[in-house]
């Protein structure tokens, strides 16, 4: 994840990493109908 200066917080990356991959999956399983 690339983001601008001044780089978050460590718990902020996480939190922002899970909510992509989040997004990410619930997108994948509304394309296979699931």
Not at 3 to 23: A, C, Q, S, Y
């Amino acid at each position: 994840m690339v983001v601008d200066e001044p780089v978050p917080h460590g718990e902020t990356i996480v939190r922002m990493r899970k909510r992509v991959n989040e997004l990410i999956n619930a997108n994948l399983r509304f394309t296979f109908g699931q």
